[in-house]
């Protein structure tokens, strides 16, 4: 890349934003056809039970209702739902039905949906299905589950779906010779995404031509129709997924869900294009919930604080069935125990229990943000006993910049083995203590200040990105001479048209002008497409654009060399033109009547892992339990930065997400397996007065070595961290009362009640 | 049954259901889909717009009840040529991400400034807690709003001349 056009690295403001701050955005729910149904879907509202009748004679009755369907309509079997991540043949008997035929399995499972004239009309028919409900025992946590009195599915005879193990060295020895271990449990509680933009399908069908079109589409659509075309019976290439502007992904939105087959059944059904928004209420019981996870995990160490080991066990559990994506997060908290320190033996097993609530799936840093809360909070604990400066203990074992790559733990039963690429871990955390001052304010550790007990802490991450196997981008040369951009990623509001186009602009060394668009998530832009989700998208389709420009280029030379009649070697672009040596020159224009367009794909099988520290500053009021967040640094090096202004952007708002989960967010159930925060008054979410004080200092000090541009995935570090870090700020805090939080939400109720039992346990 | 109001600047009639929310009504009513609807029962603010001045959520809002009104959505606050002080602020902060609940900050934010040009940091967190965004972290947004002031005292000023 040429140095003087160098948009990747600069805050450019976002293309995107002129159509979304006029209120141009065109989201699924905005769009609408001549003809237009709507269907409203009938959910259990019992966790667990067997369907005993159906009656929809009195909704199918109601003028304005055109179709009532239920499993009776789907044929003997109605199709299941595959796993996409980690897929393996023992978890297929877990796979969900698109539509419950004889046995609801939680609150919120389709049972029957109905299509109408409009959305209220549809809803109006939902009343007068008469849906009776034989109920069952509920399997309401993972005690429960693990007792197997009740079975979810009697054939697999457990209710353990599958064990994972993660494993380094030998744990066992290094915990027998060791000077120090530390056991403690831990957990987390169920909590999700909860994006903005409830999700939504479109779907039409075109019996003349057999072509079915889905709008909705989001993250992964290439695979989606693949699972989609299975289902129909119908070639891949006669649906066409497209991807309208998305309202918030967070690895919730665009995992195939029941609705991705139901509407387009319904539409081939009623030969009428169909239309399905899902409400908020419906949002909170239908899409993949996540983190729900507990642990006990111990440490082996010398008396230096030298790390022996890390071993334990952990229960993660994943709701009624395995959904596409629902074995990551407890994948993740067993490999990524380690973080960012070296743990030369480790063994970690992970069960995953079923039970009578919302399946659970990917939710950004999934089990990341779960399991750097388990570790960050165990080191403090050690550090302690041991009496080694909390800093000093992370210091003595980040990995070192030498050690690179440094091998993780091997996840059975997939033998999948992983490293980290590059860095300098331990600058990360200087400069953390540097912006934070750390020096001074851990002078104030403990002390009681106007009623209110301040903390501080601090930790270290790092965050996986990257995900292979490969990315696809066409670039094709406009006939204005402008380059248009199609890539198999997805946008899912992270402004990937704009860095896209930096990156673009840069590869091809034209103006930011001359990128006509960026198109993406559609399945009919490329040939294949991986998505976006693992933080892919910039080095994955970045790179694949990268590689996509120099084809471009030097188709480009060749043409204007064949027209000029001269070498392609003597052919320079520039200012829309390409020129020979001799001064003869051809507009791009002119070179795209002839049709000028490439694709090329970027493979990687390899991880990139950005990294960095946070450190917090809490006050915690002892009367209200209220924790205040008085100052919150996070850096991170992402190993390079397209732009500095949207890069800061997705640290500072996956960190308030993530403080969301660590003080407020919760999915509680009751024992019957219904949710008891099934609305936003509930589900409490941060609002604009609650986490003011933060900042954020991004770099890309260290490119990462595993793709062209450097890059490193770099959407979901800001909130990995959070727990562990805000956690052990709150113990910092209340050292004095002896207050040691080992479960989240930190929400004052809570907050206040550890400090009434830490009082009472004192004499 | 019909209703007739004003909404940026043009008075339409619609015929709506006595149960139609606003928010339904100017959405799929008169297709002024820059209003967002994200929860459907007042809490996120997605829905957000100005009824004669005031900042409604237009989901908690029936259509009947906009009788008469005069209202303003996100597609009535800037024209094709230039982006409000309010929106370009927003774009320079990076102030949005996905957009799904930036037509209503900025609604809220315009009826906030346009009453109280001088709101402090504070105030103007206060006020947009009201909204919810899931992707910006709000620090973004703030900065925005309070750059945006400028704009909105010049105007005050020159209403008071």
């Excluded at chain 2, 009201?130 to 945006?148: D, F, Q």
Aim: with cysteine.
């Amino acid at each position: 890349m040429r140095a003087t056009n160098s948009f990747v690295g600069s805050p450019i403001e976002r293309v995107e934003d002129l159509r979304f701050l006029r209120g141009r955005g065109q989201y699924v729910d905005d769009l609408t056809r001549e003809g237009l149904l709507h269907a409203a879907i009938l959910r259990s509202a019992v966790a667990h039970g067997r369907i005993r009748s159906i009656d929809v004679s009195a909704a199918r009755a109601l003028r304005g209702v055109h179709a009532v369907i239920t499993a009776a309509e789907l044929g003997p079997k109605p199709p299941v739902i595959p796993v996409r991540l980690q897929p393996l043949p023992i978890l297929e008997p877990f796979h969900q039905p698109v539509i419950a035929a004889d046995r609801v399995r939680y609150v919120g499972e389709p049972v029957a949906i109905v299509v109408a004239e409009s959305p209220a009309l549809a809803e109006d028919a939902l009343d007068l299905i008469g849906l009776e409900i034989d109920p069952l025992p509920v399997v309401a946590d993972r005690h429960v589950s693990a007792k197997n009195e009740v079975l979810l599915f009697e054939d697999h005879g457990s209710n353990l779906a599958i064990e994972y193990r993660a494993e380094r060295g030998n744990a066992d020895a290094a915990f027998h010779a060791a000077d120090f271990v530390r056991r403690e449990s831990f957990g987390v509680q169920r909590h999700t995404a909860v994006m903005m933009e409830p999700r939504g399908v479109m779907a039409e069908w075109d019996p003349a031509q057999g072509k079915l079109i889905v709008s909705g589409a989001s993250k992964v659509p290439f695979f989606n129709r693949r699972i989609l075309a299975k289902q129909m019976g119908l070639a891949e290439d006669a649906i066409e997924l497209v991807e309208n502007d998305v309202g918030g992904g967070f690895g919730v939105r665009g995992e195939f869900y029941p609705e991705d087959f139901l509407i387009p059944f319904a539409a081939k059904f009623t030969g009428r294009p169909v239309k399905w928004i899902e409400d908020r209420r419906e949002h909170l019981i239908a899409s993949n919930h996540a983190r729900e996870a507990e642990c006990e995990i111990e440490i082996a160490c010398r008396k230096d604080g030298t790390i022996l080991g890390l071993r334990g066990q952990a229960h993660i559990d994943i709701g009624a069935y395995t959904r596409t994506n629902g074995m990551v997060g407890a994948r993740n908290v067993a490999q990524f125990l380690s973080g960012p320190y070296r743990v030369p033996n480790i063994q970690v097993d992970v069960a995953l229990h079923l039970t009578n609530k919302t399946p659970v799936g990917t939710y950004r840093g999934p089990g990341r943000f779960e399991t750097d809360f388990f570790r960050e909070r165990l080191f403090d604990l050690a550090a302690a006993d041991l009496g080694i400066d909390r800093v000093e203990f992370r210091r003595r074992n980040l990995v070192a910049k030498t050690e690179m790559p440094y091998a993780l733990a091997t996840i059975t039963p997939y033998e999948a083995k992983d490293e980290l690429d590059n860095g300098d871990y331990q600058a990360a955390l200087d400069q953390c203590l540097r912006e934070f001052n750390w020096v001074e304010k851990a002078t104030l550790d403990g002390k009681l200040i106007d009623g209110r007990y301040h903390g501080m802490a601090l930790g270290c991450f790092i965050e996986g990105g990257a995900a292979g196997p490969s990315e696809s981008a066409r670039l094709a040369l406009e006939t204005d001479g402008t380059v248009s951009v199609f890539v198999g990623s997805s946008a899912v509001g992270q402004g990937l048209e704009t860095v896209f186009t930096q990156i673009a602009a840069d590869a091809l060394e034209m103006p930011m002008e001359s990128i006509r668009g960026v198109y993406h998530g559609s399945t009919g832009y490329v040939r294949d497409g991986f998505g976006s989700y693992h933080s892919r998208s910039v080095v994955m389709g970045g790179s694949a654009i990268v590689l996509a420009a120099e084809s471009l280029r030097k188709a480009i030379r060749e043409a204007a060399a064949t027209a000029l009649d001269c070498a392609a070697r003597d052919i320079e672009i520039l200012d829309g033109r390409a020129a020979s040596a001799g001064g003869a020159s051809i507009a791009l224009a002119d070179l795209a009547a002839k049709g000028l367009a490439v694709e090329e794909v970027f493979s990687n099988h390899k991880h990139t892992y950005a990294y960095g520290a946070h450190a917090a500053h809490v006050a915690v009021d002892p009367k209200t339990g209220h924790v205040a967040l008085i100052d919150y640094v996070a850096v991170e090096d992402v190993g390079r930065v397209i732009n500095p202004m949207t890069l800061r952007g997705q640290v500072i708002g996956s960190l308030v997400q993530g403080l969301g989960g660590v003080f407020l967010e919760h999915l509680v159930y009751d024992e019957n397996g219904q949710l008891l925060s099934g609305s936003l008054a509930d589900y409490l979410m941060p609002t604009a007065s609650d986490f003011p004080n933060i900042r954020a200092f991004v770099s890309g000090l260290h490119p990462s070595p595993i793709n062209p541009l450097g890059a490193k995935g770099a959407g979901e570090g800001g909130l990995i961290p959070a727990g562990g870090v805000i956690a052990n700020a709150v113990a910092a805090a209340l050292a004095s009362l002896g207050v040691q939080p080992c479960r989240l939400p930190l929400s004052p109720p809570r907050v206040w009640e550890m400090i009434e039992a830490a009082r009472k346990a004192r004499p | 049954m019909p209703i007739r109001f004003e909404v940026n600047g043009k008075l339409v009639e619609v015929e709506v259901e006595p149960r139609t929310s606003l928010a339904d009504c100017l959405r799929h009513g008169l297709r002024l889909t820059g209003t967002h609807v994200g929860c459907e029962h007042g809490v996120c603010g997605a829905c957000t717009v100005i009824v004669d001045g005031v900042a409604v959520r237009s989901c908690l809002m029936l259509a009947v009840q906009a009788e008469g009104s005069q209202i303003r959505t996100v597609e009535g606050l800037s024209d094709d040529h230039a982006l409000s002080p309010l929106q370009a602020a927003f774009r320079k902060h990076h102030a949005l991400q996905c957009g799904f609940c930036t037509p209503g900050m900025i609604t809220t934010a315009h009826a906030l400034l346009s009453e109280e040009p001088d709101a402090d940091a504070a105030r103007v967190r206060d006020v947009l807690s009201g909204n919810l965004c899931r992707c910006t972290g709000y620090i973004p947004i703030v900065e925005a709003v309070l750059e945006a002031r400028a704009a909105y005292q010049a105007q005050d000023k020159g209403d008071r001349k």
